[in-house]
Structure formats: structure tokens, C-alpha cells
């Protein structure tokens, strides 16, 4: 998203706050809540709550805990228990990354005062927020680099004199290589500075 003005642009970027991450959040904790669900059941020795849908029921006519629902606890109970509490954490610490919008922030070029700010949101403490600003006299070039390959990378940098470059793209957003292009010379028009792949 962006928001423009003949002197200012602003580039929103929005860091945990997608759908994926939502949609895995709540899948990863239901699947947890049925793997712990299925650990409490095998170690209290009653059936397994798969068992009221009639699932389980049909695995073995000679295993006669099998046949009733019931899980033994040591070895099936005991992992099923373990993973149910690894995929618990793992949805509460994805919860977490998304309130805290853990990446987001935005990219603004001032022309009328001068200055680029950078701002982006990070984890908890005394540096949870990232605000650098630079002058506008201090940027040398906007470069793109494009990795291609099995996790392919579509990078916008912004070039400060000393060689010092800042990523402007935001991480898990991969933009289309028309988008990169657009947004890329759009940025270096505005800035009135030169474009490097």
C-alpha cells in the first residue's frame, strides 16, 4: 500500500498482520488441541474423544484397547502429548508475532522536509521500535536484486553514501518481479536518483 503526495510517499509494510499467518495460527492450535487432547485421554485410560465419532474404533479386532478407543499411553499417548504441547507453544508464540505486528512499519520519502524515515515494529523490549532517519542528500542510489532459485528473493535496497544499503522490501511479501520493477523506478523518480540492478 502506498500513500502519495507530490512531496511525501509513505509505503506501508505490513510485517506479521497477514492471512497466512492468522490461518496457520488457528490450524496449528486446533491440530494441538487434539494431539493433547488424545495424550490427556490415553494417560487417564479413558476413550480417546475420537471415539464418539466412531474413528479408531475399527483399527484392530485383536488389540482390545485399540477396539475400545483407548491409546496406550506409553509410546502413542506420550508423543501424541509431546507434539500437542511443541504445536501449543508454537501457535501461542505465532499469536504473539501477530499482536505485536512483529515487522511492520512503514517507508516514508519527505521531500519537503528532507528526510527518509524507516520504521519498523520488532519483538518486545528496549529496542522494540526501529526508527531510523536519514537525509535525503544522503542517498546515493536505489538498487533491486533478484535471486532466482527454489526460494527466490525480489529486493529493493536503498543506498546511503559510506555503502551502506537498507532493505526497503518487507520479509514474506514477495512481489511480483513487474511490482518490484514499478515500485523500484517509481521510488528512484521520485528521489531523483539512479536505479541499479
Known sequence: MTQNNILIRRYIIVGERRFSNYWWAIV??????????????????????????????????ETETLA?????????GLLMSFYGSLGFLLSIYWSLLIFWNV???????N????????F???????????D????????????VELKQGLDA???????????????????????TLKEIEKQASELANFLQVSLEA
Request: charged share 20%; hydrophobic share 35%.
Open 68 to 76: 475400545s478407543g483407548i491409546v496406550p499411553f506409553f509410546p502413542q
Open 28 to 61: 496449528i492450535f486446533l491440530g494441538s488441541c487434539g494431539f493433547l487432547a488424545t495424550g490427556i485421554c490415553s494417560y487417564l485410560g479413558i476413550p480417546n474423544w475420537l471415539s464418539l465419532l466412531n474413528i479408531g474404533t475399527t483399527f484392530s479386532s
Open 111 to 118: 521531500k519537503k522536509e528532507g528526510f527518509v524515515r524507516i
Open 132 to 143: 531510523l532517519s536519514y537525509s535525503l542528500k544522503d542517498i546515493e542510489a536505489i538498487r
Open 153 to 175: 528473493q525480489r529486493t529493493i535496497y536503498l543506498r546511503l553514501k559510506g555503502k551502506r544499503e537498507i532493505p526497503l522490501t518487507g520479509i514474506g511479501q514477495p512481489l
Open 120 to 130: 519498523r515494529w520488532g519483538y518486545p523490549g528496549k529496542n522494540r521500535k526501529i
Open 103 to 109: 515487522g511492520g512499519g512503514f517507508n516514508e520519502f
